[in-house]
C-alpha cells in the first residue's frame, strides 16, 4: 500500500491522538472517552489463540468496536463474548470503518499476521497480536519497521513471561543473587505430538523470550538437529502441521552464548511417552538452582543446593520465597491483562511495551538461528545478517 505524505501525517496524528487520549484518562477518567479497539480473528485459521478477542472485553477504559472473522459462526461468538458493537467479514473493511486506536490479531496461524499488522499500522493503530509473531524473520523485519516508521506501540502474547510469578523470579536471581552466579539456563519444549521443529517454533518462541527476559539477547547460537537417529537434510524440510512456517527434524538440540560467558541450553526430542510435562526453564547458579514449569499455571521451585542434586542429600526443593500469590479465577482474561495494561501504558508514556513486537521479532531470530546454524554456519552470531529463512534458502 503506498502511502502519501498527507496520509501518513493523518496515521501518524491518529496515534497521538490515542495518547493524549490515554493521558486524559488518566487525569480524568470520567471526561475521557474511550478508546476503540478491533479484533481481527478467523475461525479457519487457528481462532483465537490464549483468548485473544477478550484481551479488552473487561476494561473500562476501552469499547471493543468491532470484529472481523470471516466465519459466520465463530464471528458471531466471538462477538458475543468479546463485546464486540459491530461484526465484519472482512478486517479491512472493519479497520477502513471503524479507524480503530487499538487492534487485537487474534490467529495463531502466521500465515496473515504481517498482513494483519500492516493493515493496522496503515490506520494509525497501535495493538496486541498472537504469537508465533511472523512467518519468517524478514517478515518480522518489516513488521517491527511498519510500525517503527509511526512510532505504534505493539504487545505479543507471551503471558507465561509477562506473569507476576515470573517477574518475581528474574528479581530474585539476577538482582538478589539467591542462586549465585547464573552458570547456565537450560529449557525444553513440550515434547508432545509437536515435538521437534514445531515445538521449536511453537513453544520454542516462549522459552526463548524468557531467556532474553533473564540474560539478555544472545551472542550466538550451535545447533545439532537430527531425524529418526540420522542427520536431518533439507529433504526433511516439511511444513508444520498448522501453517507456522517450514519446520526440521525430530530431535533438536541448540546452545545458545549469552553476556557474561552464560549457557543457554534448547531441546525438543520426540519420545516414546510423549509429554512429560518437562516444558520450561531450568536456571542453574553457583549456589542452587531454579525449576520452572508451565503445567496449568506457572510453578517455580528452588534447590539451595550447588551441587543440583537432591538426592541421597539434606537438600530439598522449597518454593520460592515470598512467591506472589495468583489466584487466576478467569485466566482466558487474566493471563493477557498484565500485557494489555502495559500495553496502555507504554502507548501513554510513549515507550517500548515490555512484552513488544520487537522481542517477539528477537525470538523468531533465535528460532531461525538454529537452523542457520545447523545448515549453513556451524557457530552463528546475532544479528544475523541473512534474514531469509534458513530452511527455504539453498544450502
Excluded at 110 to 119: G, Q, R
Excluded at 206 to 224: I, K, Q, T
Excluded at 358 to 380: F, K, N, P
Aim: hydrophobic share 40%; aromatic share 8%; proline share 5%.
Amino acid at each position: 500500500m503506498r502511502v502519501t505524505r498527507r496520509g501518513f501525517m493523518g496515521q501518524t496524528a491518529a496515534a497521538v491522538l490515542a495518547a493524549q487520549t490515554l493521558a486524559k484518562a488518566q487525569t480524568d477518567p470520567a471526561a475521557a472517552p474511550k478508546l476503540r479497539a478491533c479484533v481481527i480473528g478467523d475461525g479457519k485459521q487457528g481462532v483465537y489463540g490464549h483468548s485473544m478477542h477478550l484481551a479488552f472485553a473487561t476494561r473500562d477504559d476501552v469499547e471493543v468496536a468491532g470484529l472481523a472473522d470471516p466465519v459466520e459462526e465463530t464471528r458471531a461468538k466471538a462477538a458475543a463474548s468479546s463485546k464486540a458493537q459491530r461484526t465484519y467479514a472482512d478486517y479491512r473493511e472493519m479497520l477502513e470503518k471503524e479507524k480503530p486506536d487499538l487492534v487485537v490479531v487474534g490467529p495463531r496461524w502466521t500465515i496473515h499476521h504481517k498482513e494483519y499488522l500492516l493493515a493496522a499500522a496503515a490506520v494509525g493503530a497501535h495493538g496486541f497480536m498472537e504469537k508465533p509473531v511472523s512467518h519468517d524473520l524478514a517478515e518480522a523485519d518489516d513488521m517491527v519497521r511498519a510500525i517503527e516508521e509511526k512510532n505504534l506501540k505493539w504487545a505479543v502474547a507471551y503471558n507465561f513471561r509477562a506473569s507476576a510469578q515470573l517477574a518475581h523470579a528474574r528479581r530474585m536471581i539476577m538482582e538478589e543473587g539467591i542462586i549465585g552466579d547464573v552458570l547456565e539456563i537450560r529449557g525444553r519444549g513440550k515434547e508432545d505430538e509437536r515435538a521437534g521443529g514445531e515445538d521449536l517454533i511453537v513453544l520454542g518462541t516462549h522459552s526463548f523470550d524468557a531467556m532474553r527476559y533473564f540474560l539478555g539477547n544472545p551472542l550466538w547460537c550451535e545447533s545439532d538437529i537430527t531425524v529418526e537417529g540420522r542427520a536431518a537434510t533439507k529433504a526433511d524440510v516439511h511444513e508444520a502441521t498448522e501453517p507456522v512456517g517450514p519446520i526440521m527434524g525430530d530431535r533438536i538440540r541448540a546452545m545458545f552464548g549469552f553476556p557474561n560467558s552464560i549457557a543457554g541450553y534448547f531441546s525438543t526430542t520426540k519420545n516414546t511417552h510423549g509429554y512429560g510435562g518437562r516444558w520450561g526453564l531450568d536456571i542453574m547458579g553457583s549456589r542452587g538452582m531454579v525449576t520452572i514449569r508451565i503445567n496449568g499455571g506457572i510453578n517455580i521451585w528452588l534447590l539451595r543446593d550447588p551441587a543440583w542434586a537432591p538426592g541421597g542429600r539434606d537438600k530439598v526443593w522449597e518454593p520460592l520465597p515470598d512467591m506472589p500469590v495468583f489466584e487466576e479465577k478467569r485466566p482466558e482474561i487474566e493471563r493477557n491483562a498484565p500485557i494489555v495494561s502495559d500495553l496502555i501504558a507504554a502507548i501513554k508514556e510513549n515507550r517500548l511495551p515490555k512484552v513488544s513486537l520487537q522481542d517477539g521479532r528477537d525470538s523468531t531470530e533465535m528460532i531461525h538461528a538454529v537452523y542457520e546454524a545447523y545448515l549453513h554456519g556451524g557457530r552463528v552470531a546475532f544479528p544475523m545478517k541473512d534474514r531469509t529463512h534458513p530452511l527455504t534458502r539453498p544450502a
